[in-house]
Structures are given as structure tokens and as C-alpha cells.
């Protein structure tokens, strides 16, 4: 039985994966052309290659149908409920960096933190009879986060791309995305709450707790953890 290993499937997450395992004597690469998505790994025996969109890789970690995966920890977060229990962090890569955060639009100049925000959001409600709408697809780490800062006067509106735009199209009053250079944000008139990020990602090597680990699989990832210096 081979070792899977999932690996993000296109642009640079993919590119800056390859690059990581290969400076450690893993070589992967795809089998075939750009648009195959068949991979091989070469340097260590047992190793089969899986790519997925880095939004599948914590399903497919939860699901225990890859051993090792790489993604960002914004979507694993997200996307595996009590995550402790069902993968282990085994390396931070250093690329992927992002952070998921909170912003507003830049005309609301008296929100510039948190606190603002929840005393907005009172106003809100008490002048438009419903609560203010946060865009985003982070439904999971939005909710935690405010839960854990006491704020309940707000409504999340599902956003699975272009989260920027909800606001100039007035179908939500602020956004949770993920930010890296900002210009998406500068670029449609919003600004990040001050408090700091709900959560600063990068891209992460994972391990599946209830993936199959047959003594063969084991064996391959003792040799792997090795090669990678874990
Ligand atoms: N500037 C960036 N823009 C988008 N994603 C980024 C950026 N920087 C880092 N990332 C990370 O890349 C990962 C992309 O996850 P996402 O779910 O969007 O990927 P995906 O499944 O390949 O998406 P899709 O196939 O829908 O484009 C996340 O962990 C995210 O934090
Ligand atoms: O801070 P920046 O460097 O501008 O990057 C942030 C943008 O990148 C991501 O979008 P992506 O391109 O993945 O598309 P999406 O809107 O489909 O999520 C994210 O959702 C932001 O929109």
C-alpha cells in the first residue's frame, strides 16, 4: 500500500510545493501535460502523489483517504471541524501566506477596530430592522471568532469568490476574506480592522490521524520524515 500524499493541484501553491519537496531530495512532478492531473514522485519508493484543489485536501485529510497533505491552514481550519483531533500539523512551509481578516468600507470612519464594529453593528440594526451582513466563505472561523469576542449583532452571508465586491454591491455591509498584498481590498474601497488578523495561514504539510497507516505506510513515512527533516 503506497503513502498518499495531496498536493495542490495548480498555480502557486502547486509550483512552491514542488519546489519545497524537491529541495529535500523528493522530487515531484506531473506525469503527463499541465492539464493532466496525474503526478509522480521520485526519490523515495512508496510515495503516490495525489493533486487536489487545496479546498479538497482537508476532506480528503479528514476522510482519512490521503495520509499527508499539503494546504493553507485557512481552509483546513475551516473546513475540518475540531481539527486537532483528525490531522497534525507537521510543517509549516513558508509560502501561502495570507491572512484572513476583517474589513470594512473606508468611508466608515469611525470603525477602524472591533469594538467599533460591534457598536456599528447595534446602530445598524436599530436603524435598518436587520442585522449588519459580513461576507465570506469562512463561515466556520468568522463565527468562532466573533463568538469569542462577544459580538452577535451581525449576520454572515455566504460569498465564495469576489467577497471584495458584496460591498460596493450592497449585498453585504463588511467582508472576512483573505488578504496577501491588500491591493484587492484598496482596490474596492475597504480597510482591515486594526485588532490583528482572525488568523495568519500559510501553506502546511498535514497528517491524516485516520488514514490507514499499514506498517508499509509506516514504514514509508519513518524514511519520508527523514528525508524531510521532521
Ligand atoms: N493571494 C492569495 N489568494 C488566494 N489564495 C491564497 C493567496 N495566498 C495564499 N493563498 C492560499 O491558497 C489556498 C487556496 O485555497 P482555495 O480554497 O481558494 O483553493 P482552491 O481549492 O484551489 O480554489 P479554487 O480551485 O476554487 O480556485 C488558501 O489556503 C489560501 O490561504
Ligand atoms: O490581498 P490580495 O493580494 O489582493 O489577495 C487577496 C485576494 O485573493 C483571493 O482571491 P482569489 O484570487 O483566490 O479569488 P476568489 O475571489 O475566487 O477567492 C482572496 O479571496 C482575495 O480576493
Known amino acids: 500500500m503506497p503513502l498518499k500524499l495531496g ?3 495548480k498555480g502557486r501553491l502547486m509550483e512552491k510545493t514542488f519546489d519545497w519537496f524537491g529541495a529535500r531530495g523528493l522530487r515531484l512532478r506531473r506525469a503527463g501535460s499541465d492539464r493532466d492531473y496525474a503526478a509522480v514522485a521520485e526519490g523515495l519508493g512508496g510515495v503516490e502523489v495525489v493533486l487536489l484543489s487545496a479546498g479538497e485536501i482537508p476532506l480528503e485529510l479528514a476522510a482519512g483517504r490521503i495520509h499527508l497533505g499539503v494546504t493553507g491552514t485557512d481552509v483546513l481550519r475551516e473546513k475540518v471541524a475540531n481539527w486537532p483531533a483528525q490531522v497534525e500539523e507537521l510543517a509549516p512551509l513558508g509560502f501561502g501566506h495570507a491572512d ?3 474589513a470594512v468600507p ?5 470603525v477602524e477596530t472591533l469594538d467599533d464594529l460591534d457598536a456599528a453593528a447595534a446602530a445598524f440594526r436599530r436603524d435598518h430592522g436587520f442585522r449588519l451582513r459580513i461576507a465570506t466563505k469562512y463561515h466556520r472561523l468568522v463565527r468562532e471568532y466573533m463568538q469569542a ?11 465564495q469568490g469576489a467577497t471584495e465586491g458584496t460591498v460596493k454591491n ?7 476574506d ?4 491588500g491591493e484587492t481590498l484598496r482596490a474596492n474601497g475597504l480597510k482591515i480592522l486594526g485588532d490583528g488578523p482572525i488568523l495568519a495561514s500559510q501553506a502546511t504539510l498535514f497528517r491524516a490521524r485516520g488514514a490507514e497507516w499499514s506498517d508499509d505506510v509506516q514504514d514509508t513515512y519513518a524514511r519520508l520524515r527523514q528525508m524531510l527533516a521532521l
Not at 473606508?106 to 469611525?110: A, E, K, L, S
Not at 450592497?170 to 472576512?176: K, R, V
Request: hydrophobic share 45%; aromatic share 6%; proline share 3%.
Open 170 to 176: 450592497e449585498t453585504a455591509e463588511a467582508i472576512a
Open 100 to 102: 484572513l481578516i476583517i
Open 106 to 110: 473606508n468611508h466608515w470612519v469611525d
Open 7 to 9: 498536493v495542490p493541484s
Open 178 to 181: 483573505i488578504t496577501s498584498t
Open 149 to 159: 469576542h462577544d459580538i452577535a449583532d451581525y449576520q454572515l452571508v455566504d460569498s
